[in-house]
């Protein structure tokens, strides 16, 4: 079996304060939106956030949403509402990726990978997994001189960096179709509270960072796309 972010003793405090942050996280749903398809998987859906974006999202017909967390799989069964094209799974991706082979036409890893221990493993799953010319849509923490304690915390075992995101992907039977960074001006305010001050990330600060921060660099990021970020997304085409 595949060691995933399940294995070890799940913190969710990432998640639950990342369930604040609307803004984020309808701007993530939205770069990845040229390559949802079909039938869709949701890997590591924490409280349903996300799940309920891809939901709206009228070319998805099938979405089965994993989630290894007990506690937060009770959250995802309360959140997401009775709907004939959701299958939910309290489950590691690993224990039940057989039953995806070459099926599905995008899977999403959005603030997951970080927290599985082989990544390699988990990058040829999601490649068994899609259909040729699928897509695996991946968001990640950056830069490796940006983990903290909090990251350890709640089960990073990495942050990433753009050239090694890609070589992940281009070594296992993937064609990188795009890459960059995100979010330029939550490096410094990561640095001070995270490395330095050893803080952990609470409601109020997602929701403050959320409303009047997001909306900036999303404007900025239309202009003039960030040359470095504390997140990297990368979308990549099963060959």
């Avoid at 040729?132 to 304690?149: E, I, N, R």
């Avoid at 997602?206 to 999303?218: E, G, L, S, V």
């Amino acid at each position: 079996m595949t060691e995933s972010f399940s294995d070890n003793v799940y913190i969710g405090r990432d998640l639950e304060a990342m369930s604040y942050a609307e803004n984020y996280n309808k701007w993530i749903i939205e770069l990845f939106s040229p390559y949802i398809g079909d039938k869709v998987a949701e890997i590591g859906a924490g409280t349903g956030n996300l799940t309920r974006l891809l939901l709206a999202n009228d070319l998805i017909s099938e979405l089965t949403a994993f989630e290894p967390s007990s506690k937060m799989y009770n959250y995802l069964t309360q959140n997401i509402d009775s709907n004939k094209k959701v299958t939910l799974i309290n489950s590691i991706f690993s224990e039940s990726s057989d039953m995806h082979l070459n099926m599905l036409d995008s899977i999403f890893y959005i603030n997951v990978l970080e927290h599985v221990k082989d990544d390699i493993a988990e990058v040829n799953l999601m490649h068994n997994a899609l259909n040729v010319d699928g897509y695996a849509c991946v968001f990640v923490p950056a830069l490796s001189w940006l983990y903290s304690d909090f990251d350890k915390s709640i089960g990073h075992f990495r942050r990433y960096h753009k050239d090694q995101l890609i070589q992940l992907f281009d070594s296992n039977g993937f064609e990188v179709v795009t890459v960059k960074h995100i979010d330029m001006l939550g490096i410094l305010p990561w640095y001070i509270n995270f490395v330095l001050m050893k803080r952990v990330l609470d409601q109020n600060t997602t929701k403050i960072y959320d409303r009047f921060i997001i909306p900036i660099i999303r404007i900025i990021d239309k202009i003039a796309p960030s040359p470095i970020g504390k997140n990297l997304l990368i979308v990549a085409k099963k060959k």
